[in-house]
C-alpha cells in the first residue's frame, strides 16, 4: 500500500514539473547589451549590432557606423522613437550597402520593441527588425547569426607596419599609415595629420594608450578619414581578423589596417 501511494505522489510531482514546463530565461537588459541583428542572408564579415545607453544609440549597419538619439516613455510600455540618425557613409559592396539601407529604413520609423531572453524585437511602420543579445568582444562567425568565437590573438606587433583600408579612388596622400614600434610607441599617419602615442600587449590584445596628432586643419575626404581613425583609436584595442589589424575604440569604432612594408 504504501509502495503504491509513494508511486501516486511521484506520478503527481512528474506531470506537475512537466505542466509547469522550462523557465523562461529572464529578458537582456535594453540599456548597455550589445544588440545583434538577425538576417535572413548574413554578410561576410562583421554582422550588423547596436547598442543603446544614455539616450543615444551607436552601432554598425553593415558597412558605416550609425549614432542617434532615442526617446523612451516614462511608463513601461516600450514605445521608442530614434531622431537625428548619423551614418557614417563608406562605400560598400552593393549587396551589403542594400542590407544596411534596409535596416536604416526600419530604424528610422520604430515605434515600439519588446525582449524575450535574448531576443529583441523593433517593429514600426517601416517593418520589424529581430536581434540577438551577443557579447562585447565576440567576433562573429560570418553565415551564423550570433554564434561567437574568441578572438584571434595579435601575435607579435612589435616592428610591424600597416596601411588603413579607404575606400577605393582614396588619394594615395589620404590612406593612413599606422607603425607600432618595438618600445611600446606607435607613430604614423591618419590621412591627414601626423600621429603618435603607445601602445601595449595584454592578454592576447593590443591596447592603443593616448593618442597625439598635429594639428593641420582637415577637409574632404581626409578629414572623414581622420574623424573614424581617431575615434576607433579612443581607448581603444587592436584585435585581428585574419590578416586585418583591427582598431576598436571604447564606443565600438572600427577602423581596419592591412600589412604594408
Not at 28 to 57: A, C, H, N, S
Not at 70 to 91: F, H, N
Not at 124 to 129: A, C, D, E, P, R
Not at 188 to 201: A, E, P
Request: aromatic fraction near 6%; hydrophobic fraction near 40%; charged fraction near 20%.
Amino acid at each position: 500500500m504504501m509502495h503504491r501511494i509513494a508511486a501516486l505522489a511521484l506520478a503527481v510531482l512528474l506531470y506537475g514539473c512537466a505542466a509547469m514546463g522550462p523557465k523562461e530565461l529572464p529578458p537582456k537588459p535594453f540599456v548597455g547589451t550589445r544588440w545583434q541583428v538577425v538576417l535572413e542572408l548574413p554578410i561576410q564579415g562583421q554582422q550588423p549590432y547596436f547598442r543603446f545607453g544614455d539616450g543615444r544609440m551607436e552601432g554598425f549597419a553593415g558597412c558605416s557606423t550609425v549614432r542617434a538619439e532615442y526617446l523612451q516613455d516614462s511608463v513601461g510600455t516600450r514605445t521608442i522613437a530614434l531622431r537625428r540618425i548619423e551614418v557614417d557613409r563608406r562605400v560598400c559592396d552593393a549587396s551589403v550597402k542594400a542590407v544596411e539601407n534596409r535596416i536604416l529604413g526600419v530604424l528610422q520609423f520604430v515605434s515600439s520593441y519588446s525582449i524575450e531572453g535574448d531576443v529583441m524585437r523593433m517593429a514600426g511602420s517601416g517593418g520589424q527588425l529581430t536581434f540577438l543579445a551577443t557579447p562585447h568582444d565576440a567576433a562573429l562567425v560570418a553565415g551564423v547569426p550570433g554564434a561567437p568565437i574568441a578572438s584571434q590573438p595579435v601575435g607579435n606587433l612589435a616592428g610591424t607596419r600597416w596601411a588603413g583600408v579607404v575606400d577605393p579612388g582614396t588619394p594615395e596622400g589620404n590612406i593612413p599609415r599606422l607603425e607600432l614600434v618595438a618600445e611600446g610607441r606607435l607613430a604614423g599617419y591618419t590621412g591627414c595629420n601626423l600621429m603618435n602615442g603607445s601602445w601595449s600587449l595584454r592578454e592576447g590584445e593590443g591596447r592603443i594608450g593616448p593618442l597625439v596628432t598635429t594639428k593641420r586643419a582637415c577637409a574632404g575626404p581626409e578629414a572623414n578619414i581622420e574623424k573614424r581613425l581617431v575615434a576607433a583609436f579612443n581607448e581603444g584595442r587592436l584585435v585581428r581578423e585574419g590578416n586585418k589589424l583591427v582598431a576598436i575604440g571604447k564606443g565600438g569604432e572600427r577602423f581596419e589596417f592591412t600589412p604594408t612594408n
